[in-house]
């Protein structure tokens, strides 16, 4: 349920850009999607808030992204990379040809929030499926 919630949250961003709502205490709210140089890229900022134990599926970003965390601890990992316990003011980095394998919640009990930060090519997705 919780996977599946996540998976909607994530298509509902990508395919809109209008802020989406999880269930289950989870949610991306985006801050601000600014041109950086017309037609080119542009910068996208979120907060993201995974609920007790939540997690994302396997996605990739065509964008430099950074994380700063919040509140919480996350397990971060991209594919072919070590697993990262992230807690608040740690940072977590990925490149366009990442694969996000692991963003999970650390906690049964409370939430997790963080600030990304994307810098993307106009018009692309904030997140796109692994495959």
Request: proline share 8%.
């Amino acid at each position: 349920m919780i996977r599946a919630s996540w998976a909607a949250l994530l298509m509902s961003f990508a395919l809109t850009g209008a802020p989406a709502q999880a269930h289950e205490g989870g949610g991306v709210v985006p801050l601000l999607t600014r041109a950086l140089q017309p037609g080119l890229d542009e910068g996208t900022m979120l907060v993201v808030t995974l609920g007790p134990g939540e997690a994302s599926p396997a996605h990739r970003h065509r964008a430099h992204v950074f994380v700063y965390m919040l509140e919480g601890e996350v397990v971060m990992q991209v594919a072919g990379g070590a697993e990262q316990r992230l807690k608040p003011g740690d940072v977590f980095e990925e490149v366009p040809d990442d694969v996000h394998t692991q963003a999970r919640n650390a906690s049964k009990d409370s939430p997790a929030r963080f600030v990304v930060f994307l810098v993307k090519k106009q018009g692309v997705p904030a997140v796109l499926p692994a495959d």
